[in-house]
């Protein structure tokens, strides 16, 4: 299984760690014997059947640019099997980047799965720098699919830093799907840095199959750094596949922080596949802060496919006005880098009114930073004559304590009336 969005790391991680990468690998392995890019002699690979695409006159050969991804990887994972040596030699011969790292991950993910040992051993012969960081990552997740233990145990001895990181991510994941007893027990052993990451991968695999064991081993363990990490995972995989059980289950927690923490992370996930129900949830939640914290992660999840009704909910349902204010210009802001016609569409859609200067409101404050001059454009739009000189005024205010004169200079540009210009006029001419 492939860690979400970790996969898309790896280059930024193997930038950061290569450098060191005499460092990452330690153990019986040595770099002596690693062979510079290109100082491999030219592969004498036959075009059989595994390495073409197609049958008769359609086949296409694996180095053709017109092979799609998923025919590329198809190929990738039939080489693997036959000859992995030279089917990750075969890599350099793929026009493309993203092409040759799409073939080359599935043919070391395979080789993996099937002979870890022969595939560690030869990336480190094969590979150095940034490219054997990579490698290393797509072989420990193949490997932890068939031998999550053997994975863990092969990289805890010869990998430190990013590779080890990914890798027991990878590792303990896998094995949390499979023997959950097993991987928590033997996690013990690992010291409490390397333990940080691993157990991320345990909890979301021990959590997708058995959530509330999971939890209540995060229990015994949420006084470590890690601890409170661990539970909120598990949360995420128990909330998605029954979330109500889990709103049950975080009822029972005692610790103020852990419960926050908790219901934030529920809401979220509920959010996103039943806002009615998740708020319907949280409604009856009669601790303030347990349903403050509810609340932002119900807006979170529901603005994240239906901002609109997630400000119409929060407008609604929220009592605290400071968290009112902040939850609508959250949710307005993202929307606009997410969808900037769909959210400008809706503000300029709104009715004059209570509901619509709130917004306005709300938005214009969370987007001064980054376009102050819409900012005040969209607060200048606030129905109430009050309300909107107030808020001008504000913004205009904040601005000029922020960046002095040249704030001066440039809300002389500023779609306002002229008088709001003059008291802003610059002080030097």
Same mark, same amino acid.
């Not at 699919?145 to 303990?172: C, R």
């Not at 407008?315 to 997410?338: K, R």
């Not at 709130?358 to 129905?383: H, K, Q, T």
């Not at 304590?401 to 540009?413: L, M, T, V």
């Given at each position: 299984?492939?860690?979400?969005?970790?996969?898309?790391?790896?280059?930024?991680?193997?930038?950061?760690?290569?450098?060191?990468?005499?460092?990452?690998?330690?153990?019986?392995?040595?770099?002596?014997?690693?062979?510079?890019?290109?100082?491999?002699?030219?592969?004498?690979?036959?075009?059989?059947?595994?390495?073409?695409?197609?049958?008769?006159?359609?086949?296409?050969?694996?180095?053709?640019?017109?092979?799609?991804?998923?025919?590329?990887?198809?190929?990738?994972?039939?080489?693997?099997?036959?000859?992995?040596?030279?089917?990750?030699?075969?890599?350099?011969?793929?026009?493309?980047?993203?092409?040759?790292?799409?073939?080359?991950?599935?043919?070391?993910?395979?080789?993996?799965?099937?002979?870890?040992?022969?595939?560690?051993?030869?990336?480190?012969?094969?590979?150095?720098?940034?490219?054997?960081?990579?490698?290393?990552?797509?072989?420990?997740?193949?490997?932890?699919?068939?031998?999550?233990?053997?994975?863990?145990?092969?990289?805890?001895?010869?990998?430190?830093?990013?590779?080890?990181?990914?890798?027991?991510? /990878?590792?303990? %994941?896998? =094995?949390?799907?499979?023997? $959950?007893?097993? *991987?928590?027990? +033997?996690? #013990? !052993? &690992?010291? @409490?840095?390397?333990?940080?990451?691993?157990?991320?991968?345990?909890?979301?695999?021990?959590?997708?199959?058995?959530?509330?064991?999971?939890?209540?081993?995060?229990?015994?363990?949420?006084?470590?750094?890690?601890?409170?990490?661990?539970?909120?995972?598990?949360?995420?995989?128990?909330?998605?596949?029954?979330?109500?059980?889990?709103?049950?289950?975080?009822?029972?927690?005692?610790?103020?922080?852990?419960?926050?923490?908790?219901?934030? /992370?529920?809401? %979220?996930? =509920?959010?996103?596949?039943? $806002?009615?129900? *998740?708020?319907? +949830?949280? #409604? !009856? &939640?009669? @601790?303030?802060?347990?349903?403050?914290?509810?609340?932002?992660?119900?807006?979170?999840?529901?603005?994240?496919?239906?901002?609109?009704?997630?400000?119409?909910?929060?407008?609604?349902?929220?009592?605290?006005?400071?968290?009112?204010?902040?939850?609508?210009?959250?949710?307005?802001?993202?929307?606009?880098?997410?969808?900037?016609?769909?959210?400008?569409?809706?503000?300029?859609?709104?009715?004059?009114?209570?509901?619509?200067?709130?917004?306005?409101?709300?938005?214009?404050?969370?987007?001064?930073?980054?376009?102050?001059?819409?900012?005040?454009?969209?607060?200048?739009?606030?129905?109430?004559?009050?309300?909107?000189?107030?808020?001008?005024?504000?913004?205009?205010?904040?601005?000029?304590?922020?960046?002095?004169?040249?704030?001066?200079?440039?809300?002389?540009?500023?779609?306002?009336?002229?008088?709001?210009?003059?008291?802003?006029?610059?002080?030097?001419?």
């Amino acid at each position: 299984m492939n860690r979400p969005i970790r996969e898309g790391l790896v280059p930024l991680l193997a930038l950061v760690f290569g450098a060191a990468v005499g460092w990452v690998i330690r153990g019986p392995f040595s770099f002596g014997d690693v062979k510079p890019p290109g100082g491999h002699p030219p592969s004498a690979f036959t075009l059989d059947e595994s390495a073409v695409v197609g049958t008769g006159a359609t086949a296409l050969p694996i180095n053709d640019p017109r092979i799609s991804f998923r025919q590329l990887k198809a190929a990738a994972g039939r080489l693997a099997l036959k000859d992995p040596a030279e089917a990750v030699r075969q890599a350099e011969s793929i026009p493309g980047h993203d092409n040759r790292e799409a073939y080359l991950g599935e043919v070391l993910r395979t080789w993996g799965e099937t002979n870890g040992l022969a595939a560690a051993a030869f990336a480190l012969d094969y590979f150095q720098g940034e490219r054997l960081t990579d490698a290393l990552y797509y072989i420990a997740d193949g490997w932890a699919e068939s031998d999550p233990k053997g994975a863990a145990e092969w990289f805890k001895e010869n990998t430190t830093g990013a590779v080890l990181d990914d890798a027991m991510w /990878e590792a303990l %994941e896998a =094995w949390g799907r499979k023997n $959950p007893g097993e *991987a928590f027990a +033997w996690s #013990d !052993g &690992l010291d @409490d840095y390397v333990k940080s990451t691993a157990m991320q991968g345990l909890a979301e695999g021990w959590g997708a199959v058995d959530p509330k064991g999971a939890a209540e081993a995060g229990m015994t363990m949420k006084d470590n750094d890690y601890g409170e990490d661990f539970v909120v995972s598990v949360t995420t995989q128990w909330a998605g596949a029954a979330p109500g059980q889990a709103a049950e289950w975080a009822g029972t927690l005692v610790n103020e922080r852990l419960r926050a923490l908790v219901v934030n /992370e529920l809401g %979220e996930i =509920w959010a996103n596949t039943d $806002p009615g129900k *998740a708020a319907e +949830w949280a #409604d !009856g &939640l009669e @601790d303030p802060g347990t349903k403050r914290a509810a609340e932002v992660g119900i807006a979170v999840g529901w603005s994240e496919h239906d901002p609109a009704g997630a400000i119409e909910w929060v407008l609604t349902a929220v009592e605290d006005e400071a968290q009112l204010d902040e939850m609508v210009g959250d949710i307005t802001f993202n929307w606009s880098n997410l969808d900037p016609r769909g959210a400008t569409r809706w503000l300029e859609s709104q009715p004059p009114g209570e509901k619509g200067d709130r917004v306005l409101s709300a938005f214009s404050e969370m987007v001064l930073e980054d376009d102050p001059e819409s900012a005040v454009a969209w607060a200048s739009r606030i129905s109430d004559p009050a309300a909107r000189e107030s808020k001008v005024r504000s913004l205009l205010d904040s601005l000029v304590a922020d960046y002095g004169e040249s704030a001066r200079k440039a809300i002389q540009k500023f779609a306002i009336p002229e008088e709001t210009k003059e008291l802003y006029a610059p002080l030097v001419q």
